[in-house]
């Protein structure tokens, strides 16, 4: 069993860096993969990045390559999403999950946490 805790969002303006964190306890994620997650109101949730933890890899949402980055943190067992040059439309709930494939896809992943909001004002 993993549970996973999301940390670090908040109200920003237009043009500002935040970083999240996603903290794991229970297990370590070194078999696991972790992603993160976007829901803004009345829409789906959507994949935004995702990192292999034992190699390293990671893969983005194409909309978001450049302005976020993926990193973890294998002492703290903790994975970072770092995001830069924030737009309105990146406001929503930031949710990150571990699962044991390599996906994009929400049912890719077993473990979620309880997300963090994000807002981003114009």
């Known amino acids: 069993q993993v549970q996973l805790v999301e940390s670090g969002g908040g109200l920003v303006q237009a043009g500002d860096s935040l970083r999240l964190a996603c903290a794991a306890s229970?297990?370590?994620?070194?078999?696991?993969?972790v992603g993160w997650f976007r829901q803004a109101p009345g829409k789906e949730r959507e994949f935004v990045a995702r990192?292999?933890?034992?190699?390293?890899?990671?893969y983005y949402a194409d909309s978001l390559k450049g302005r976020f980055t993926i990193s973890g943190d294998n002492a703290k067992n903790t994975v970072f999403l770092q995001m830069n040059s924030l737009k309105p439309e990146d406001t929503g709930v930031y949710y990150c999950?571990?699962?044991?494939?390599?996906?994009?896809?929400?049912?890719?992943?077993?473990?979620w946490g309880q997300g963090t909001q994000v807002t981003v004002s114009s």
């Open positions: 229970g297990r370590t994620f070194s078999s696991y993969t």
């Open positions: 990192i292999s933890w034992s190699g390293g890899f990671t």
């Open positions: 999950a571990a699962g044991q494939g390599w996906s994009s896809a929400t049912v890719g992943y077993d473990y």
